[in-house]
């Protein structure tokens, strides 16, 4: 009788503690594209490593990245995972009260994930280089985008301005894709895994990698000020994407002599991405971007970013980046799970 009874009292006391880890999970809504950039924070959710933690994560999609400040600001969602821009950045000089935390995404040498995807006629008219976009159409998501960063970044360092071009605003990555495809515009910035499904389907001709011109930390994980005062919780978010940023980078995006040497679980992560993102994981594998294999912010980047969208007039006040990055949560983060900074 006594066995039976320290047995029940075991039972009760493990339901005890699932009841209590599921009543103290804290809920976190985090806005996320549905991209191959976004690997980390699927890789997290699916491996449960937020849950872990502590965290009921419900992702809300959007489908470009400055309606993600919009929605931080109104409170639908406390962290943000996609790409920074002007939006932000003006929601910044406005007074919105946010940080930017980690690395979510960069455009580094030898990684793909932005292009310049040029229509059928277009390339059949020979527009070939970044000196042949004199004149014509680029489509990007919109004003004061990555993309129309990307865009006057990569035209300075080749003598042309953005003058030089005629930028147009197309909406989201879909519409861009379309609007290639169907020969509407002569060229567009395209995302992984678009510019593989174009290539692969014959809808367009791939010009450029932005990752041959640029190193640029092109999308972060930002967090609203509720997020910031609840340390516990913004800790807790860090270890876990910490954990799935080396999940991805492990199986995903080591190189040796150029090529990807896939880790033990790359076949995993092809199918997490593809889950999200409703791509085949053989066009997922054809072009994995680059993530830091820590989450750490390329934070040098920031004050460059800002200081270019401020003199384009995309900005209306000269910001400190040393104001908006908040690298202590991520430190903390690593020193709770014992890794080296």
């Known amino acids: ?36 950039s976004s690997a980390p924070i699927f890789i997290a959710v699916e491996k449960g490593f937020f849950k872990e933690q502590g965290l009921d994560i419900e992702q809300v999609f959007f489908r470009s990245a400055q309606p993600v400040a919009v929605a931080m600001a109104s409170g639908d969602i406390v962290v943000g995972a996609t790409g920074i821009t002007a939006g932000l950045y003006n929601a910044i ?5 946010m940080k930017v935390v980690a690395d979510k995404g960069r455009e580094w040498e030898g990684y793909q994930l932005c292009g310049i995807m040029v229509s059928k006629k277009a390339w059949d008219k020979g527009l070939r280089t970044l000196k042949d976009l004199k004149g014509h159409r ?16 990569m035209l300075e360092k080749n003598g042309m301005t953005l003058e030089d071009v005629k930028v147009t605003p197309l909406g989201g990555v879909k519409s861009m894709m379309d609007t290639v495809a169907s020969d509407q515009i002569e060229t567009a910035f395209m995302v992984q895994p678009f510019c593989s499904v174009m290539e692969a389907k014959k809808m367009g001709h791939r010009m450029l990698w932005v990752s041959d011109y640029l190193a640029y930390q092109i999308a972060v994980i930002f967090f609203g ?52 993102t409703g791509r085949k994981p053989k066009l997922i594998a054809k072009g994995l971007n680059y993530n830091d294999r820590n989450g750490r912010l390329y934070d040098e980047d920031i004050q460059h970013q800002i200081d270019w969208y401020y003199n384009h007039g995309l900005v209306g006040k000269k910001l400190d980046a040393k104001n ?10 690593m020193k709770d799970l014992g890794f080296k900074p």
């Open 1 to 36: 009788m006594r066995k039976k009874g320290v047995f029940f009292g075991v039972v009760v006391a493990a339901l005890l503690l699932m009841l209590s880890t599921a009543q103290a999970a804290t809920k976190v809504k985090v806005g996320v594209l549905k991209l191959t």
């Open 324 to 333: 908006i990055v908040d690298l202590s949560i991520w430190e903390q983060a």
């Open 138 to 153: 680029v489509g990007v998501t919109q004003i004061g985008s990555t993309f129309h960063y990307m865009l006057g970044n």
């Open 93 to 97: 000089a406005g007074g919105f009260k």
């Open 225 to 276: 000020d509720k997020m910031i005062e609840d340390r516990a919780t913004s800790v807790a978010f860090m270890r876990a994407y910490i954990k799935a940023c080396r999940f991805y980078y492990d199986n995903c995006l080591i190189k040796k002599d150029g090529k990807t040497v896939k880790g033990p679980h790359f076949d995993e992560v092809m199918q997490i991405i593809s889950k999200y």
